[in-house]
């Protein structure tokens, strides 16, 4: 079963393109109840309703609380929270990703080289867009 995480979920676009490429589950967390209520109406709109989860948390709390194994994490935090990398080093941790069969992306500043790896998942790609990067980890 193909399970994706939102993080730093926005408007959910991330994530609705996964089901829409064939991910059977995805769970959003933003901690902005309004953006939440934006990815419910996403969600709606485009029939994918049943096949998804919202929480209105802080991603650390999020990471915290959800279980399960998920496939892809896709990452796009603020470019100045300072915490984010320490919230994404807990994913091995707490369950929710794991080294090979877990694929996390994670949108940062083209001006700050990624990590080498993030809580044992090893940096296997990264491409810079202008002010923004990609980096893929696995």
Not at 8 to 18: D, M, N, P, Q, T
Request: charged share 25%; aromatic share 6%.
């Amino acid at each position: 079963m193909s399970r994706v995480l939102d993080l730093y979920a926005g408007s959910g676009a991330l994530g609705i393109e996964a089901i829409s490429r064939g991910a059977e589950w995805c769970d959003f967390v933003d901690q902005d109840r309004a953006a939440c209520e934006t990815i419910r109406e996403n969600l709606r709109l485009t029939g994918f309703e049943s096949q998804a989860g919202v929480y209105p948390l802080s991603v650390k709390r999020a990471v915290e609380e959800l279980r399960g194994t998920y496939t892809l994490v896709l990452a796009d935090p603020p470019y100045g929270d300072k915490t984010a990398l320490g919230v994404l080093e807990s994913l091995l941790g707490n369950g929710l990703a794991q080294q090979g069969d877990t694929l996390l992306v994670l949108e940062h500043s083209a001006r700050h080289e990624p990590p080498i790896d993030i809580g044992g998942l090893a940096l296997a790609n990264s491409r810079r867009h202008g002010d923004s990067a990609i980096s893929i980890y696995r």
